[in-house]
């Protein structure tokens, strides 16, 4: 059954869960969940609770009488009352204890984080959806064993989507169908589908009208409208083989590749930007559309499923080596939020990329405990979480191609090379300034090194009186030396021997030692040393480091110089050269340097990538990922990362077979190994379901993304087993392939229209009786009205993104828009644009009169119809006397892909008529002399942007016709 969000409980709900009727209450608010708010609920609220909460509020463990593990204990509450209130985030106890308002503050020794905070938030007012085990409902839906071993083997052993694929004979004609359809259903789709409505009592529905059949084909696999004259061309000849030779044609079009780009970038969660930034960095991402045209290209080559899969996960692991532009496929992985730096969270999203978006199989849930439904143990998923945190994204991002020639080229290289020069200007600046600081700060690095001073609570190295704080970069070197010279080194011997003395013995030593000097004076190898001390005669260990400290800054200067001599070298060389305990590398000096040194590097860097990110003539980047330093990761109880538990080797989930990573590698080649292998029969029956969600308007399955336990079975569990098969054997990973043996499909060919009978025995059309009608998507829309208006450049395209709403923009496809993730307009999310923080399947689909209002008022929408306008009209002037009928023609063939009917001309023709008059009413004078004439008022409102006086009749019929539904559907 089709399922629906939760709504907020009404108030009389409220006062019956107040009243005493919990678990009853508790059943309502978790009595349906949407696949989206039981997936909430397991990603976000439940880890939550578990990490943050059950400490001190589950089991037995019940503080202030509060339980939060089940929805009926959370609804009861505590001893203060109910703990939360479905709908209700102002009266919920719960959200003003993490708030911590009302003199409430939960937890009370870590306030939860803004986002954990707004997490709970929206949980509260969707209702306090509640999936699986402490629901209200009773046992484990699904009685799967509790040992992870067994479950692994049942799911194995009994479970759908695990079982190997196997090819399926079609069924023959099922008796009772008409000759017609059985002699023309040919395909093993066809002959599939016929079989499951011809059980279920019903019949196909005939098939679609040729002029109806090739608009739908052009969407479908263009995203394009047809021109009319290609609408006519069919419809002159609408035989199988015009048919066939068209959909050839579009499927190899650079259009059908952009098209369906566009829809894998919506499961991809791509964005031009990291979402929040931090720590000063830029939020974009400069280089994610070299992700997207990477895409395109790959469609448009047919490139094979498993190979393109491969190459998201592990192109620079690839043997041999990969072409460089097949780098930019890493952006798979690395375009999505950054979540403030939270490499847990970073690794999370890319667990559930790879695993819930290529596989269907949601181990993302497994993160704070084994999973609760799917055979995923918490080991599986930080197994997979070594293979993440084994891979980094380089500073600098390798260049996959050559900047484009001319002058631009120049310039961009030219800026670039003045951006580089400033960073290494400024570090070789930090670096002579931290180094003669340093020098100059020797006695006490000597002193660390013997009585180290406290460190606050941040801990931090003490910062001096003079302002200058130590660093403990040089003080572990420093220490380091010391402790391997000891006492007969000919430099740091003296110091190595007294340092960690008490300040009596110390005196006592340091004397003898000098005294000994003193009678013997070939014991001290180095003179300068010698003659220091023995001249100084330190007696604490502070007047020992500053004798030291003497040496030293003489050594400094005299380098190079002629006061020189072997034994000052000899100092530098073992305390201020670089690399030398005093003396960082140059490549060091970012290490060392100062707070606001730091913000400037960053400011100098942030400039680079401004550049790289909006200057023309720059070189193409890819947004790779590469290894790392590869390490497995441990458990994190709980999933948090201050309890670690057992380490777990890199591998892959072991109900997918626990291939185990190579010794040295990240492991993302095995993974893209055990993704694509012909022994794992999730990967090709997701893709096909998701091929053939977006052809139907529906899934084979009817959770998008969830081939678990959790999901739904298939409802054509045959055809989906054969189509998946042949995709893999006898199309060979063609996504082409799959296409072709969907359009071709009589079952895809049938009419929309929905039949009296269909409508009672199967109203969500499960059984593929029907073609589904479906509107179009926003790039198809906005697509559709540039090419009304004459505007869209198919030839053009690619590079850095545009702004989809600006009229400026109108001539390039809506692919090619810039996505910020952190503020997506407006007018794309009524319009039902993917969410691009999570792996999309199948974008919602909402009808609100959000979407009527932006028909009538976006200025996208009116510019159009006033180039539609201007389109129609030709040559000809719009004054009033030219042939009204002609233009009409040319509208509705612009904007429909169709010629009018005559009760579309003449109306058309009367309209304009009547709003000819209405723009050139009678003057006042007449007026008052028509004494018939009747009194009337008018209310004026103000009209939308861009339709002022000059927005003539031709153009709002224009708009009018963009408004139709027909214009913003397909049948």
């Given at each position: ?49 578990v990490a943050k909460c059950h400490d001190c509020h589950a089991g037995d463990t019940t503080e202030g009488g509060l339980r939060l593990d089940s929805l009926p204990a959370l609804v009861k509450g505590g001893d203060s009352g109910p ?811 612009a904007a429909l892909s169709r010629s009018p009917r005559e009760d579309e001309v003449s109306a058309a023709l009367a309209w304009l008529a009547a709003e000819a008059a209405a723009d050139n009413p009678v003057t006042d004078e007449v ?40 214009f913003q559907f397909v049948d």
């Amino acid at each position: 059954m089709p399922k629906t969000r939760l709504a907020a409980l009404p108030f009389a709900g409220i006062l019956f869960v107040v009243s005493g009727g919990l678990a009853a209450a508790a059943e309502q608010v978790s009595a349906e969940l949407s696949a989206e708010a039981a997936a909430f609920f397991e990603t976000k609220v439940r880890p939550l609770l578990v990490a943050k909460c059950h400490d001190c509020h589950a089991g037995d463990t019940t503080e202030g009488g509060l339980r939060l593990d089940s929805l009926p204990a959370l609804v009861k509450g505590g001893d203060s009352g109910p703990a939360a209130i479905a709908g209700d985030t102002a009266a919920s106890r719960l959200v003003a204890a993490v708030r911590r308002a009302d003199g409430l503050a939960m937890p009370p020794d870590e306030p939860l984080t803004a986002d954990e905070v707004a997490t709970l938030e929206a949980w509260v007012a969707r209702g306090l959806p509640w999936s699986g085990p402490g629901s209200g409902r009773g046992d484990d839906p699904l009685q799967t064993p509790q040992d992870m071993d067994s479950r692994i083997a049942n799911a194995r052993a009994t479970h759908w989507s695990f079982q190997p694929l196997v090819r399926r004979d079609p069924p023959p004609p099922p008796d009772g169908v008409e000759a017609s359809i059985a002699n023309t259903w040919n395909s093993p789709i066809d002959r599939f589908i016929l079989r499951d409505i011809a059980t279920a009592g019903q019949q196909p529905s005939i098939p679609a009208a040729p002029e109806t059949l090739v608009r739908r084909l052009w969407f479908d696999l263009t995203g394009l409208p047809p021109p009319a004259d290609e609408v006519d061309a069919y419809c002159n000849n609408p035989s199988e083989d015009a048919y066939a030779a068209l959909v050839d044609r579009l499927l190899t079009s650079r259009e059908h590749a952009q098209h369906w780009a566009r829809r894998w970038l919506d499961l991809a969660r791509y964005a031009d930007t990291m979402g929040y930034a931090f720590d000063g960095q830029e939020s974009d991402y400069p280089f994610a559309w070299t992700y997207r045209d990477w895409v395109v290209a790959a469609f448009h080559n047919d490139l094979p499923y498993d190979r393109f899969v491969s190459l998201q996960l592990a192109a620079d692991l690839i043997e041999p080596s990969v072409a460089p532009a097949d780098l930019a496929a890493l952006g798979f992985l690395t375009v999505g939020r950054t979540f403030l730096g939270n490499k847990h969270d970073i690794i999370d999203d890319r667990i559930d990329l790879v695993t819930r978006g290529l596989m269907g199989l949601t181990v993302a849930c497994a993160r704070c405990h084994d999973h609760k439904y799917e055979p995923v143990a918490t080991a599986d998923y930080y197994a997979l979480h070594g293979i993440f945190a084994s891979s980094k994204i380089p500073e600098d991002l390798p260049v996959i191609g050559d900047p484009p020639p001319g002058p631009e080229a120049d310039a961009f290289a030219a800026t670039m090379r003045e951006l580089e020069q400033k960073i290494e200007d400024h570090t070789k600046a930090v670096y002579e300034r931290a180094t003669r600081e340093a020098i100059a700060h020797a006695a006490d690095y000597l002193m660390e090194t013997s009585r180290p001073q406290p460190r606050g609570p941040d801990g931090r190295t003490p910062v001096l009186d003079d302002g200058y704080e130590l660093q403990q970069l040089l003080i572990d070197r420093l220490t380091r030396t010391i402790e391997g010279a000891g006492s007969s080194h000919p430099i740091l011997g003296l110091w190595a021997e007294v340092r960690s003395l008490g300040d009596e013995t110390f005196a006592e030593t340091l004397a003898a030692r000098l005294t000994h000097w003193e009678e013997d004076p070939a014991a001290a190898a180095n003179a300068t040393i010698h003659s220091e001390m023995l001249s100084s005669r330190p007696d604490t260990p502070r007047g020992l480091a500053e004798a030291y400290a003497r040496v030293v800054m003489r050594a400094s200067e005299a380098a190079g110089g002629s006061d020189d001599t072997p034994d000052l070298e000899a100092i530098r060389h073992t305390l201020i050269v670089p690399g030398a305990p005093l003396v960082v590398l140059p490549e060091e000096a970012m290490r060392v340097a100062r707070r606001e040194e730091r913000t400037e590097l960053r400011k100098r860097n942030r400039d680079i990538s401004r550049h790289q990110a909006t200057a023309a003539g720059g070189p193409p980047r890819a947004m790779v990922l590469e290894d790392a330093a590869v390490h497995d990761s441990r458990i994190l109880r709980r999933g948090n990362p201050g309890r670690p538990g057992d380490v777990v080797p890199r591998r892959v989930p072991t109900v997918l077979g626990g291939l185990q990573a190579a010794e040295g590698s990240s492991g993302r080649r095995e993974l893209a190994a055990m993704i694509t292998a012909p022994t794992n029969p999730l990967t090709p029956r997701l893709i096909v379901d998701w091929t053939w969600r977006h052809h139907f308007g529906r899934g084979l399955v009817e959770t998008p993304g969830d081939l678990g336990l959790r999901g739904e079975p298939p409802a054509h569990a045959e055809l989906l087993d054969d189509l998946a098969e042949r995709f893999v054997t006898e199309g060979a990973w063609s996504l082409r392939w799959l296409h072709r043996e969907m359009v071709m499909s009589r079952c895809w060919q049938q009419s929309s229209a929905l039949r009296d009978d269909l409508r009672e025995a199967d109203p969500d059309n499960l059984l593929f009786a029907r073609a589904n009608r479906r509107r179009l998507s926003w790039e198809a829309w906005r697509d559709s009205l540039a090419t009304a208006a004459g505007s869209l450049d198919l030839a053009g395209g690619g590079g850095r993104g545009m702004n989809p709403l600006s009229t400026d923009s109108l001539h390039v496809r809506s692919l090619y828009a810039r996505l910020d993730r952190q503020d997506v307009p407006g007018m794309l999310r009524i319009f039902d644009i993917a969410n691009p923080d999570t792996a999309v399947h199948a974008r919602a689909q909402t009808t609100v009169p959000q979407q009527s209002l932006a028909v009538l008022n976006s200025p996208l929408v009116v510019e159009s119809a006033r180039r539609l306008a201007a389109r129609a009209a030709g040559d000809d002037e719009l004054d009033g006397t030219q042939d009204d009928t002609q233009f009409v023609h040319r509208l509705w063939r612009a904007a429909l892909s169709r010629s009018p009917r005559e009760d579309e001309v003449s109306a058309a023709l009367a309209w304009l008529a009547a709003e000819a008059a209405a723009d050139n009413p009678v003057t006042d004078e007449v007026a008052s002399s028509d004494a018939s004439a009747p009194e009337t008022a008018v209310a004026e409102s103000p009209p939308a942007e861009g339709t002022g006086p000059d927005f003539d009749r031709y153009d709002r019929l224009a708009q009018a016709v963009l408004a139709t539904a027909e214009f913003q559907f397909v049948d």
